[in-house]
T-cell receptor, first 112, second 121 residues
C-alpha cells in the first residue's frame, strides 16, 4: 500500500503562489474525485483544506485551491502568508481487493 | 459543535495491546463514518481503517489486518481502536477523524486531539 507521491518541500516568498503536486495512479487519484488536502502545523491535528479535488470547506481561505489532471492532483496557495508555513498532505480513495484510503508523503511548505 | 474527544496518552511494553477511545458529540453519531489515522514521530499520516457507526462494519488497511479492531458503542457515541502485538514502530499519535459527508468519502473534516501511544520496554 504505497503512499501517494508529493515533493518533500516547497518554498516561496510572501505574496507569491506555490503549487504542491500529489501523484498517484488510475486506481486512486486518477480514477476518483475523492481527493482531499490537509494542512498540519507542528503539534496540531491536520485541518481539511480541500475536498472532492477542488472544493473548500466553510472557513478555508479562497487563497487555497485544488485541481486534478490525470493521475496528479495539485494544491495551489496564492498570496502566500507566514501562517501558511506548515506540512501539507493529500489523500485519496484507492480501489483494490478492498477499498481503502491513502495519504501522500507530505510536503513541508516554507515561507521565505 | 462537532467534537471528537480521545483518551489519554499511554505507555505500553512490546507485545502488549492498547485501546484508544474516541467520544463523539454535537451530531448524530450513526450518520458519519469514523476513520483512524496515525502519525509516527517526525513522519507522515497513515490511514489505518474505517468504521461505520451504523451497524459497526469495518475495513482495515492491509498493513494492520489481524492486529487492529475497531468497534463502537452507540449508547455512549464512542468508537474504539484496539491494536495488539505492539512493537516500537507503533509509537505514534493516533487520531480519530469524522467524514465530512454521510458517505465514506475519506474527507476528514473533524479530528480528535490525538492520543500518543509509546511502545517501550
Amino acid at each position: 500500500q504505497s503512499a501517494l507521491t508529493q515533493p518533500a518541500s516547497v518554498s516561496g516568498s510572501p505574496g507569491q503562489s506555490i503549487t504542491i503536486s500529489c501523484t498517484g495512479t488510475s486506481s486512486d487519484v486518477g480514477g476518483y474525485n475523492y481527493v482531499s488536502w490537509y494542512q498540519q502545523h507542528p503539534g496540531k491535528a491536520p485541518k481539511l483544506m480541500i475536498y472532492e479535488v477542488s472544493n473548500r470547506p466553510s472557513g478555508v481561505s479562497n487563497r487555497f485551491s485544488g485541481s486534478k489532471s490525470g493521475n496528479t492532483a495539485s494544491l495551489t496557495i496564492s498570496g502566500l502568508q507566514a501562517e501558511d508555513e506548515a506540512d501539507y498532505y493529500c489523500n485519496s480513495y484507492r480501489s483494490g481487493t478492498t477499498f481503502y484510503y491513502v495519504f501522500g508523503t507530505g510536503t513541508k511548505v516554507t515561507v521565505l | 459543535q462537532v467534537q471528537l474527544v480521545q483518551s489519554g496518552a499511554e505507555v505500553k511494553k512490546p507485545g502488549a495491546s492498547v485501546r484508544v477511545s474516541c467520544k463523539a458529540s454535537g451530531y448524530t453519531f450513526t450518520t458519519y463514518y469514523i476513520h483512524w489515522v496515525r502519525q509516527a514521530p517526525g513522519e507522515g499520516l497513515e490511514w489505518m481503517g474505517i468504521i461505520n457507526p451504523n451497524g459497526g462494519s469495518t475495513s482495515y488497511a492491509q498493513k494492520f489486518q489481524g492486529r487492529v479492531t475497531m468497534t463502537r458503542d452507540t449508547s455512549t457515541s464512542t468508537v474504539y481502536m484496539d491494536l495488539s502485538s505492539l512493537r516500537s514502530e507503533d509509537t505514534a499519535v493516533y487520531y480519530c477523524a469524522r467524514d465530512l459527508t454521510g458517505n465514506r468519502s475519506g474527507w476528514y473534516a473533524y479530528w480528535g486531539q490525538g492520543t500518543l501511544i509509546t511502545v517501550s520496554s
